[in-house]
């Protein structure tokens, strides 16, 4: 009898062992350096090393500063998207678009996203004369560097998406203001039969929220319309 309480003892005592290891601080404190942190292994106590003279890092070359900034070499913003625009581009921009920009702005542009609806304060629409005149270089930075309460999205949006963002967005505002005389014949007829014209999506009413919305409800209003 005492040999099988020890034995049960013995294993109970194992397992318990096998437990605590699992349960290490290394766990949450690996072996690795933060950033800056300090180190005894080289001789300047530095963790972080410099790198070597006359050397670029991969893909860190861009010495396109047009492509990579939306400058120009004298510190202009640049008139227009330094790329041939595609729908297969338009397309990656519109998906870009939705998935980065639409939160806050729609998916059309007027600046009344699902935030917007719940409360953050309200950016400005494309359709507005100010932002359809601005140069492409401009749309550009503000996505690259943030603007106002828009954080950067330089981490989260490659360079290339980015000016597909910019060509995305300037179909938006075309889509909101183009003149019936620059439509196709065929387009025009269907338009003026159906009593449509473009759009008047310049002037946009701060939309109104409702601090405590119900759960049902999906739409803000603004002046009283859905």
């Known amino acids: 009898m005492s040999t099988k309480r020890t034995r049960a003892a013995v294993i109970v005592l194992a397992l318990a062992a096998l437990g605590l290891g699992a349960c290490r601080q290394d766990m949450h404190d690996q072996p690795k350096y933060e950033p800056l942190e300090r180190s005894t292994f080289f001789p300047n106590g530095s963790s972080a090393r410099v790198p070597p003279a006359n050397t670029v890092a991969r893909d860190q070359l861009r010495e396109d500063s047009v492509y990579y900034t939306g400058y120009t070499d004298d510190n202009k913003l640049i008139d227009k998207i330094p790329l041939k625009v595609t729908p297969k581009m338009l ?80 179909a938006l505002q075309l889509s909101q203001h183009m003149p019936l005389d620059e439509l196709p014949p065929e387009e025009q007829q269907k338009a003026e039969k159906a009593g449509l014209l473009p759009a008047d999506v310049t002037q946009v009413d701060e939309v109104r929220v409702d601090p405590n919305p119900p759960a049902s409800q999906t739409e803000a209003t603004t002046d009283g319309t859905h």
């Open 91 to 170: 397309k990656r921009g519109q998906a870009t678009f939705n998935a980065f920009c639409s939160p806050c702005h729609d998916e059309v542009g007027t600046g009344r996203g699902m935030i917007v609806r719940r409360g953050f304060p309200q950016p400005p629409t494309y359709h507005q004369d100010r932002l359809r005149k601005v140069k492409d270089g401009y749309i550009f930075d503000v996505i690259t560097n943030g603007f106002a309460r828009m954080p950067s999205y330089a981490s989260q949006i490659p360079v290339a998406d980015r000016w597909a963002v910019v060509a995305y967005v300037r």
